[in-house]
């Protein structure tokens, strides 16, 4: 009987085992946590590090955004600069900008409003062609504050040609994944630039040798949400301003809503 049932569980456990088959099951997951994740407003921190030569910091800025769903997809409005609030004109401004943009999104078209909330979900596109696009192998398993995961290498397969332009760069990074071993969540994402890749419709680039870290956080027993993404590179932005240095967001008070509310 014990035979019998390891056999008929056998396949269970291989797949489980099989490292494309967990990064499989982690796209499946994370595309139904984005829908919990829309019933969340949080504060988003971005800290800009310019870095000298010699890997000093030399000047550093912030920007903090409250982050909700206006209307279907998601609005920042700025709240403080340098961790300091803003102006009460800078404030000001920023309410009638939210006012502005409440009243366009609710004039708009059911086609228009279906449109922009495609639009705004179409960054999580590329995770539909990660199972295919790279190479896995599975090199053990990490105790984190989240839980036990599964930690997957990811280097491009050879010859592979992404089906969409926003995952033009796979075959240009490599990764390693952490991934939950209780619910296939992504726990923690490292990634390396191996040649100059582009994002924000080539608005920022990054250098060959970049590394970029997501980690995230369960939240409420219920959703996975960002807590963290570091990026250590020498970038251009708006293919001007080049400089060496560390681009660090950090994600907070997170809080529940009603999204029609």
Request: include cysteine.
């Amino acid at each position: 009987m014990r035979i019998l049932a390891l056999i008929v569980c056998l396949p269970a456990i291989l797949a489980a085992q099989d490292p494309r088959e967990i990064v499989r099951r982690g796209v499946e997951t994370d595309s139904k946590n984005v829908e919990l994740a829309r019933s969340y407003t949080y504060l988003q921190r971005l800290e800009l590090r310019i870095l000298d030569g010699s890997g000093k910091v030399k000047n550093t800025q912030t920007q903090t955004w409250d982050v909700t769903f206006l209307e279907g997809s998601l609005y920042q409005r700025l709240v403080a600069r340098n961790d300091k609030p803003l102006s009460p004109k800078e404030e000001k401004k920023e309410e009638d900008k939210l006012s502005k943009m409440l009243e366009q999104r609710r004039k708009e078209t059911p086609e228009q409003r279906q449109h922009r909330i495609a639009d705004s979900e179409r960054h999580h596109d590329p995770m539909k062609e990660l199972p295919d696009a790279f190479d896995f192998r599975l090199v053990g398993e990490e105790a984190l504050a989240s839980g036990a995961a599964y930690v997957i290498d990811a280097t491009p397969k050879p010859g592979y040609k992404p089906k969409l332009h926003s995952a033009a760069y796979f075959p240009k990074v490599k990764g390693r994944l952490w991934i939950d071993k209780t619910d296939y969540h992504w726990a923690k994402v490292e990634m390396e630039t191996l040649d100059t890749i582009s994002f924000g419709g080539f608005l920022i680039r990054l250098g060959k040798g970049g590394h970029l870290v997501l980690e995230q956080a369960h939240v409420n027993q219920e959703v996975w949400l960002p807590k963290s993404v570091t990026v250590r590179a020498t970038a251009r932005l708006a293919l001007i301003k080049g400089f060496h240095g560390e681009l660090i967001i950090t994600f907070s008070d997170y809080k529940k809503f009603q999204v029609d509310s």
